[in-house]
């Protein structure tokens, strides 16, 4: 997959994963590993150029005698997404057109 649509899907899920309930980076990594695989270091500088493009905040909170660092999506985190999604159409109507071209080609 090319690099920047795959960089782009992954923030994507990173934020997806913020929608409901606040969460922490390992969290983060578990809640999306059924769909993409991703490593630390993959997804804490997509934490960090998400959090400059104000798509999601964070703050720290204490947990078990030591602080976690916990993001939360912003209302530009959410437009992103909705701005994604209308996109993603887009670009599966031509997937389709693609794939019937080839099943009877």
């Given at each position: 997959m090319?690099?920047?649509?795959?960089?782009?899907?992954?923030?994507?899920?990173?934020?997806?994963?913020?929608?409901e309930?606040?969460?922490?980076?390992?969290?983060l990594?578990?809640?999306?590993?059924?769909i993409?695989?991703?490593s630390?270091?993959?997804?804490y500088?997509i934490l960090r150029?998400?959090?400059?493009?104000?798509?999601?905040?964070?703050?720290?909170?204490e947990?078990?005698g030591?602080?976690r660092?916990y993001?939360?999506?912003?209302?530009?985190?959410?437009?992103?997404i909705?701005?994604?999604?209308d996109e993603?159409?887009?670009?599966?109507?031509?997937?389709?057109?693609?794939?019937?071209?080839?099943?009877?080609?």
């Open positions: 090319k690099i920047q649509l795959k960089k782009g899907l992954l923030d994507i899920c990173v934020l997806a994963s913020l929608v309930e606040d969460s922490y980076g390992y969290k990594i578990q809640n999306t590993k059924e993409v695989e991703m630390e270091s993959t997804l500088p150029r998400l959090e400059e493009n104000k798509y999601l905040t964070s703050y720290t909170k947990h078990n030591r602080l660092k993001y939360s999506i912003t209302d530009k985190g959410r437009e992103h909705y701005e994604f999604l993603w159409k887009d670009m599966k109507r031509i997937y389709d057109f693609i794939m019937e071209r080839v099943k009877h080609g």
